[in-house]
């Protein structure tokens, strides 16, 4: 038996056949209640904009549900401008045809610099924290339009069935620190353990970093998405915003410090 017939949902014929026959390549999980399963190829009906990236399908008490990630980055314009998008979707495979829940398009346009949308795959969680079996399902993206190495804006968003959204948004962890040759360590403002406007303040005093804007690197700016959400949903963002700056943090920090390659070529340029 394979990991779709594993699911607690039951599929129509076509469905059921149809991801029987795109193989289901592994299993992961999500907590410890939702168990996501990741798929090569979506069925038919369901949109993809851009270069699928990854599609998962999970089972709850609406029943079979699937989420599709896509980015995309276009080549460069004649003015030399470039532009880029994610796309996200989650579809109810009830009936014959998949019936779309929620879209999630961000882009950025025109961008003289590089421009880039990128999916955290670390940030794809699926929950049921109300313990009812109505899901919750959060992707998390980096969006920027830059010309060198610094933190991009940040968003982590969960949508809770049709018309639910909630979001954090902030800035992630990548460019913020650097590798003092002379010390032989890192340089920069730590990553903050607390995103109230107070702390963030509190931390930029402390370092004494002028002209800092906020939220600083590895901060969200508000919480007011969630003033009328169940409190499990904020206290869950929370953690998963954390964990996953503390992540970019710990994997930018060990790039700055790792030795540089040694060229390839072992050409010597002081020899004859």
Known sequence: MNSVQLLRGQL????????????????????????????????????????????????????????????????????????????????????????RMWMLYDDVQHCQFDAALRFDMAATKVTDLTGDGITQATVGYSRTCTSDVSPNEFKLIMHVGKSQKYRLRGVDRVGA????????????????????IAAQQALVSQYKEQGTELPLPGCYGDEKDFAKAPDSYLAFMRQHWFALMHKQDTEWGQSQTQPQPEDPTGDDESAP
């Open 12 to 99: 129509r014929p076509a469905l059921m056949g149809l991801l029987m026959a795109v193989a289901c390549v592994t299993t992961v999980r999500a907590d410890d209640t939702v168990a996501l399963t990741l798929v090569d190829q979506v069925p038919e009906g369901v949109e993809v904009r851009g270069k699928q990236v990854a599609a998962y399908t999970w089972d709850d008490r609406q029943g079979k549900n699937l989420l599709v990630l896509a980015e995309q980055v276009s080549e460069r314009e004649d003015d030399g401008t470039q532009s880029a998008f994610v796309y996200a979707a989650q579809y109810l495979l009830d009936g014959d045809h998949p019936k």
């Open 177 to 196: 620190s650097w590798w003092d040759e002379e010390a032989g360590a890192l340089r920069g403002m730590p990553l903050p353990k607390d995103c109230s």
